[in-house]
Nanobody, 129 residues
């Protein structure tokens, strides 16, 4: 069992920044993917960024590429999503998710949503003028 705790959401003005944190603990395997998903009311949950356990491989959705940065924090099982130049369309509930075991870090960019077995409770991000 893996516990995932995501935090750091809040309200910010357009163009502002927020930092989300994702801490995983428990029966962590040697390698796995960590991703942030977001969900707006009435919409499907979409993946916005992914990283492997060691921080060697990252992926970003088109809507956040160039504005968000996903990195490894200290300790290694904590990952940080730095969100800059926030827009109203970034408003959503953000969820951190941890996958089951992976063999190749290069698979994180293409890992399907069904591979993510452990989810945080979510943290709300609201961007307004």
């Amino acid at each position: 069992q893996v516990d995932v705790v995501d935090s750091g959401g809040g309200s910010v003005q357009i163009g502002g920044s927020l930092t989300l944190s994702c801490e995983a603990s428990g029966d962590l395997t040697s390698n796995y993917c960590v991703s942030w998903f977001r969900q707006r009311p009435g919409q499907e949950r979409e993946r916005v960024a992914s990283i492997d356990r060691h921080g060697d491989s990252t992926w970003y959705g088109d809507s956040v590429s160039g504005r968000f940065a996903f990195s490894q924090d200290n300790p290694q099982n904590t990952k940080v999503l730095q969100m800059n130049s926030l827009k109203p369309e970034d408003t959503a509930m953000y969820y951190c998710a941890v996958s089951g075991p992976i063999v190749n870090s290069g698979s994180c960019p293409v890992l399907s949503r069904s591979a993510y077995k452990f989810w945080g409770q979510g943290t709300q991000v609201t961007v307004s003028s």
